[in-house]
């Protein structure tokens, strides 16, 4: 079946740009997570949904960090105002349980770039 | 605060020697670990985890890790590789309804 899908798998913008990066979780699955990988490191926490809401945001690195989904499926993570430190890659999972403490399915992520 | 330490960040293996890859942790509860493995090209994937009960986890492909309370570890091991297992492998404690942590990851490279 289809798995997790991120897109652009590849974002490139200018310093002071918003960006926004969309994630399509696995059909039905309840709970949808946004993970910033930086260079030689593992996945950081961002954020975490189940269904619409946003139940933990205590990973977003600033207040130009901005995730939704507004219908319980698709997400959107918008970075507004990109600075050279937001280059990353931008994990999305998710999981057909509730609750952080379960398994989770990725997908093949979002490389972000900032000039 | 609560950490993941991977301490192997590059190790190179030949094909079927033993693995053993290493994971501590930093949190005094109760804890869930787990696994993942990103094989090239590919995103990450559940490995194994560990909830509660018998502290040697059996995973796919042919891994397993123990869970040691008393050393603060979750090791992975693999009685003999394959060339296939070149990957990237991570480990993460949750913590907590809220809280996962992952290690910075260890690249694992099998000579064939």
């Known amino acids: 079946g289809a798995g997790v899908s991120q897109s652009p798998r590849y974002k490139v913008a200018k310093r002071g740009q918003d960006v926004a990066l969309r994630c399509d979780p696995i059909s039905g699955h309840v709970s949808l997570f946004w993970y910033q990988q930086a260079l030689g490191q593992g996945p950081e926490f961002l954020t975490y949904f189940q269904n619409e809401a946003q139940l933990d945001k205590s990973g977003l690195p600033s207040d130009r960090f901005f995730a939704e989904r507004p219908e319980g499926s698709v997400s959107t993570l918008k970075i507004q105002r990109t600075q050279q430190e937001d280059s990353a890659v931008y994990l999305c999972?998710?999981?057909?349980?509730?609750?952080?403490?379960?398994?989770?399915?990725f997908g093949d992520g979002t490389r972000l770039s900032i000039l | 605060a609560q950490s993941v330490s991977q301490h192997n960040h590059h190790v190179i293996l030949s094909e079927a020697a033993s693995l053993e890859l290493g994971c501590n942790y930093s949190y005094g509860g109760t804890v869930n670990l787990f696994w993942y493995v990103q094989y090239p090209g590919q995103h990450l994937q559940l490995l194994l985890k560990?909830?509660?009960?018998?502290?040697l986890v059996k995973g796919i492909k042919g891994f397993e890790a123990e869970f040691i309370k008393s050393k603060f570890s979750f090791n992975l091991r693999k009685p003999s590789v394959q060339w296939s297992d070149t990957a990237e492998y991570f480990c993460a404690l949750v913590v907590g309804d809220d809280k996962i942590i992952f290690g910075k990851g260890t690249r694992l490279h099998i000579l064939p």
């Open positions: 999972a998710s999981s057909d349980y509730w609750g952080i403490n379960q398994p989770q399915h």
């Open positions: 560990y909830f509660s009960g018998d502290p």
